[in-house]
């Protein structure tokens, strides 16, 4: 047979897409109406246009009229392959019920449900509910603790500590003070109160009053207010500073930056620091020496003139200064770095006795000049005195001692002095009248004195 192209009308089962299209392939066999049997080769002329479309198709593929399949829908411009079916239906795999995970799944799901749904009929009904909620909680107990634990000394204390607020030409200021007795005098710092024309004092109640200067004195850094017409005042118990030793805890009470009644707790760390402060009129008159107690119980400025307390909350120290870091340190902390120092309650005591009985403290002193310039071991005597005086007075202690111009003084009762602060602080630290063993150096030479302290006004 020869191959001919279909030149009828096209059926109306199909029907082109939009556009030209493109030449059929003389092998591809023309659509046959739907509906319509299969004809075979041996049949009518119904399929003889199949028929020769079909043997074609066939022959090109090279199948005999035996092995020739039945023919399948085409169509006329799809890119398939040659023999392509025109669609391949996907059934998918065979459908065999419920897996294991599905049922572990939908099991999961359904339990999630029944407990979110069960929790919020829950809350729901707690809400709705008239019980009480009421989660638990311990009960009271007995608000007393130790005497001895810090809690216990807070107890014992505060109602002896005091805020003071100074108003002075410069401006004002906060500083601490504590109760010495019933007649109302109070002692505190005289860097608190130093130049003040209006101190008011502050209780642990809130009550407010105005306090008088009683006396004060720069070199040991303390002084004496006093309150009048309060009822009900709670002098602290002074305890004795020979007792203190390395090691021993110990409670500051302050109000630093004018935070009343905090109280900090630590340990004494030192004790004999020779500490200065002061110094801020330029001339040496309002510098203090302080043979003081080292604590790293967090002392900040307002803590100046609180009390250091020992574990029967007996006062053993005055707070009265800091060591804080370098002014040229870029990493300089302003606050505590655990380095607060305490004039020891003995010293302190002493004057305040005087400061209350003469208004003025005295001063032990040995008579002598010393040379502030020098840079080597010891307290050097010096050659002159002021205004071109003698550097050693004559007729005091250290002449009646022995001392002479030029003489080193190394050591004070077997302790070393390194220099002139720390002589003029380990003489500080005793009475008028007290005797000393000095260990002078002259010409290459040591020698033993014995000294007996003299007595000065203070400022």
Do not use: C
Not at 222 to 242: D, F, H, I, T
Not at 315 to 322: D, E, L, P, W
């Amino acid at each position: 047979m020869a191959d001919r192209q279909q030149t009828e009308p096209a059926p109306s089962w199909w029907s082109r897409p939009e556009g030209t299209a493109e030449g059929r392939h003389d092998t591809v066999p023309a659509p046959r109406p739907e509906g319509r049997p299969e004809v075979g080769p041996e049949d009518g002329s119904e399929g003889a246009a199949s028929g020769a479309s079909g043997d074609r198709t066939a022959e090109a593929a090279g199948v005999g009229d035996a092995e020739r399949p039945r023919a399948v829908r085409y169509d006329p411009w799809g890119t398939q392959p040659l023999q392509a079916p025109l669609q391949v239906v996907d059934r998918g795999r065979e459908r065999r019920g419920f897996g294991l995970w599905q049922v572990v799944a939908l099991a999961v799901g359904t339990a999630l449900l029944a407990g979110g749904v069960g929790g919020y009929l829950g809350v729901l009904a707690e809400r709705q509910s008239s019980t009480r909620l009421e989660l638990p909680q311990a009960g009271v107990a007995d608000k007393g603790r130790a005497p001895d634990s810090v809690a216990g000394i807070a107890a014992t204390a505060l109602p002896g500590v005091v805020t003071l607020h100074v108003r002075s030409a410069k401006g004002g200021g906060t500083g601490t003070g504590f109760v010495l007795d019933q007649q109302g005098h109070i002692l505190t710092n005289n860097h608190v109160v130093a130049d003040a024309k209006e101190i008011a004092v502050t209780f642990g109640t809130g009550e407010s009053v105005t306090a008088e200067l009683v006396g004060r004195d720069s070199g040991y850094d303390l002084a004496v207010v006093k309150v009048s017409g309060v009822r009900g005042l709670q002098p602290l118990s002074l305890g004795n500073s020979e007792n203190v030793r390395v090691g021993d805890p110990v409670v500051a009470i302050g109000a630093p930056f004018d935070l009343s009644n905090t109280v900090t707790a630590g340990i004494i760390s030192a004790t004999g620091r020779p500490v200065t402060a002061g110094g801020d009129k330029g001339d040496g008159s309002d510098i203090s020496y302080v043979d003081a107690l080292q604590t790293d119980a967090p002392i900040n400025p307002g803590n100046s003139g609180g009390p250091l307390l020992d574990a029967k909350a007996h006062v053993v120290g005055i707070n009265s200064a800091i060591r804080g870091a370098d002014k040229d340190d870029p990493d300089r902390q302003g606050g505590s770095i655990g380095l607060g120092f305490a004039i020891p309650i003995n010293q302190g005591k002493r004057v305040a006795e005087e400061l209350i009985r003469t208004g003025h403290a005295t001063h032990p002193v040995i008579g002598v000049t010393l040379d502030m310039e020098y840079t080597g071991d010891g307290a050097r005597v010096g050659d002159k005195g002021e205004d071109g005086k003698p550097s050693v007075v004559a007729g005091g202690p250290g002449a009646r001692a022995g001392i002479k111009a030029g003489d080193v003084i190394t050591k004070v009762d077997g302790q070393r002095v390194r220099g002139e602060d720390e002589l003029i602080i380990k003489i500080r630290s005793h009475r008028p009248g007290d005797k000393l063993t000095l260990t002078v150096r002259r010409g290459g030479r040591e020698e033993t004195l014995e000294v007996v302290l003299g007595s000065a006004n203070g400022s």
